[in-house]
């Protein structure tokens, strides 16, 4: 290693420390140095990985299963590097490389695990040659930053061109990620959901896939979960979901997800169904590159899902859970989530228009807010920056909901006056600094 590699990786782990000690995060801050220094950092670094580069990419669902990913190597006693703060940028991505190389300035790994943002891959895979990509599914998402899904598709194409060898592990019931993968050239192998699991209306929400993206012509689904999802078949060329290589049946979901995939019974303690296809996801990509599965159920017991993805909090003697919804296809799991539990609940919702959240809510309109019209739920709190919106939005479906700007006025409001059962639902900028208030206040006697 040259001393201007050496030079960069330890001014940018200096910077990072002194970011701690103002108290900011400055995970990205070290990224942009490092790259500044040394344009090159990210392969000389990835290049020292003895085993395998996994990059998980998607619409929803990317920090979940990468962190679980992470966490099925580790099990296997492997030394893993993974961006679990979910930075998935170019200058997050290097960031975790830099910050996990040791005194000497060398990587100690066999396996990176990295959660890469879409709009990102194309400034990411010239340089980091990965051994799998896992795609989780594409969906609207953002309109002002990544405009129609169709440059979605087009930036994911010509980002994968630029790594002919990795192996695709792609959501089989998506058609969105099925035309990617066939259009890519690259090898592929697929997951999903072999049954039919609910009565769903096709008609029910906003489905982006439901065009065949060969010929236009409207898809056939013979069932359907979600968004769309599903079993689907072009009438006019024939464009359909493949045989799958790793099928999910017996299907549970409720208060808990099980499922059985090879043989093998699979529960977790979630809730969310969209948490089936995660699941899957990390076991078709660990077996398929060679991974000892079982230990996988045990794994799966102890696995914590941490920075506010289905993160639960007891405060005083009130359950909080935490999630994330940044897009109209995740609101609307997160709504089933939240309506599997028959309990009464308080339900809070965090909206803000940040350049990480995207400044156009047009989004919220796309969403089956109507669903919250039950008995079970108590109140609905509006919160964040577009809290206005949102409350617009509840009472064009005639749901009364209450305004508070501050997010920890309404948290500690619902703990002193709610049913003890309260969920926080929360776009992307909203995410850290509550859970960081929930983790606070969790700690306060």
């Not at 990795?166 to 890519?184: E, H, R, W, Y």
């Not at 065949?212 to 024939?238: A, I, R, V």
């Not at 990480?356 to 047009?362: E, L, T």
Request: net charge neutral.
């Amino acid at each position: 290693m040259t001393f201007r590699q050496k030079f960069a990786i330890k001014f940018a782990k200096f910077v990072a420390k002194l970011c701690l000690k103002m108290g900011r995060q400055g995970v990205t801050w070290a990224g942009l140095i490092a790259r500044k220094i040394e344009p090159n950092i990210l392969k000389v670094l990835s290049d020292q990985v003895r085993e395998k580069v996994y990059i998980v990419c998607g619409t929803n669902g990317k920090t979940t299963t990468n962190n679980m990913l992470c966490t099925t190597l580790q099990s296997q006693g492997k030394k893993v590097l993974c961006n679990r703060t979910g930075s998935n940028m170019l200058n997050g991505v290097v960031s975790a490389f830099v910050l996990a190389t040791n005194d000497d300035c060398q990587l100690d790994c066999d396996y990176a695990c990295i959660e890469i943002d879409e709009a990102s891959t194309r400034r990411v895979l010239p340089t980091l040659k990965p051994d799998y990509m896992v795609l989780t599914n594409i969906f609207r998402d953002q309109l002002d930053r990544y405009g129609e899904i169709d440059i979605t598709i087009d930036i994911l194409s010509k980002s994968i061109k630029m790594a002919p060898n990795m192996t695709l592990v792609i959501n089989g019931d998506d058609p969105l990620s099925l035309f990617l993968a066939k259009k890519s050239g690259n090898k592929f192998i697929t997951y999903g959901i072999s049954e039919k699991v609910f009565d769903a209306d096709e008609n029910s929400e906003i489905r982006e896939g439901r065009f065949c993206e060969m010929c236009g012509t409207k898809m056939h689904y013979n069932y359907y979960h979600y968004s769309q999802l599903g079993d689907y078949e072009c009438p006019h060329c024939g464009f359909k979901r493949p045989e799958i290589d790793y099928p999910a049946t017996n299907i549970e979901c409720g208060d808990h997800l099980a499922f059985t995939v090879q043989g093998k019974n699979i529960h977790a303690k979630y809730k969310g169904f969209y948490n089936i296809y995660n699941i899957l996801a990390v076991y078709a990509v660990a077996s398929h590159s060679g991974v000892d599965m079982r230990g996988f159920q045990s794994m799966l017991d102890n696995f914590n899902p941490e920075n506010g993805r289905i993160e639960h909090f007891n405060i005083k003697g009130t359950i909080v859970e935490l999630n994330l919804a940044k897009n109209p296809a995740g609101f609307n799991q997160n709504i089933n989530a939240v309506m599997a539990d028959t309990k009464d609940k308080d339900v809070i919702i965090l909206i803000n228009d940040r350049d990480q959240d995207g400044n156009d809510v047009s989004w919220l309109w796309d969403v089956d807010f109507d669903r919250f019209k039950d008995k079970s739920i108590k109140s609905i709190t509006v919160s964040g920056i577009r809290c206005q919106d949102m409350r617009l939005r509840l009472k064009y479906v005639d749901i009364p909901s209450t305004l508070e700007p501050n997010i920890e006025t309404a948290i500690r409001n619902k703990i002193e006056n709610g049913t003890k059962n309260l969920y926080v639902l929360v776009n992307y900028t909203g995410l850290y600094s509550t859970r960081n208030i929930l983790k606070r206040m969790e700690g306060e006697k």
